[in-house]
C-alpha cells in the first residue's frame, strides 16, 4: 500500500503537467465563428478620406501581417474560405506639440487613422465578424512635412493591420 502511494505521489506532477499541455498549439486561436477558415482574401479597402493611397497601405499592410503570422493562407476570391473587407473613413491630424513662441504653431502631429472591417463567410456571404480599428501615427513640422506625412500614414497603417490581423487569429 506504500509502495502504491509513494508511486502515485512520484506520478502526479508528470500527470498534471501532461494534462495541462493537451490544448496546447502553436499559432493563434481562431475565434469561434471563424475555426473553419484556412484560407483568407484581402480585398482591396475603399478609400473615403481625402488622403491618396491610405486604403492601399491598410490593404497592403494586413495582407504582409496575415502572411507573416501564418494561421491562414492567403487566396484569391474564387478559393478563399473568408475575406476581410474593409474602409478607411477617417484621417484626422491633431495638434501633440506646439511652438513655444507660437502656439498656434504646430511642432509634431498626430495622424490618426480610423478603419472600418467585415469578415465575410467565401461561400455564402454572410457577415461573421465587423468591427473597427483606430491608431496614431507621429510627425514632426521640420522639413518635408509631405514626407513626413506620408511615413506618418504608413506606419499607422501597419499598426491598424496587425490590430485586425491580431483581432482575425486571436479573437
Known amino acids: 500500500m506504500n509502495r502504491l502511494r509513494h508511486l502515485f505521489k512520484l506520478l502526479l506532477p508528470a500527470l498534471c503537467l501532461l494534462a495541462g499541455s493537451c490544448g496546447y498549439q502553436l499559432g493563434g486561436t481562431k475565434p469561434p465563428k471563424l475555426e473553419f477558415a484556412k484560407t483568407v482574401q484581402v480585398c482591396l479597402f475603399a478609400n473615403n478620406s481625402l488622403e491618396p493611397r491610405a486604403a492601399t497601405l491598410v490593404t497592403g499592410a494586413l495582407a504582409d501581417e496575415l502572411q507573416r503570422d501564418g494561421t491562414y493562407k492567403l487566396s484569391s476570391r474564387s478559393g478563399a474560405d473568408i475575406r476581410v473587407e474593409g474602409e478607411v473613413y477617417s484621417i484626422t491630424f491633431d495638434q501633440l506639440r506646439s511652438s513655444r513662441e507660437d502656439t498656434y504653431k504646430s511642432t509634431e502631429l498626430?495622424?490618426?487613422?480610423?478603419?472600418?472591417?467585415?469578415?465575410?463567410?467565401?461561400?455564402?456571404?454572410?457577415?461573421?465578424?465587423?468591427?473597427?480599428?483606430?491608431?496614431?501615427?507621429?510627425?514632426?513640422?521640420?522639413?518635408?512635412?509631405?514626407?513626413?506625412?506620408?511615413?506618418?500614414?504608413?506606419?499607422?497603417?501597419?499598426l491598424v493591420a496587425t490590430s485586425i490581423a491580431e483581432t482575425l487569429t486571436n479573437g
Open 110 to 158: 498626430g495622424l490618426r487613422l480610423a478603419v472600418k472591417y467585415r469578415v465575410v463567410d467565401g461561400r455564402t456571404n454572410e457577415v461573421l465578424y465587423a468591427s473597427s480599428a483606430e491608431e496614431v501615427g507621429q510627425f514632426f513640422d521640420l522639413g518635408n512635412i509631405q514626407t513626413a506625412r506620408t511615413n506618418a500614414l504608413s506606419y499607422a497603417a501597419r
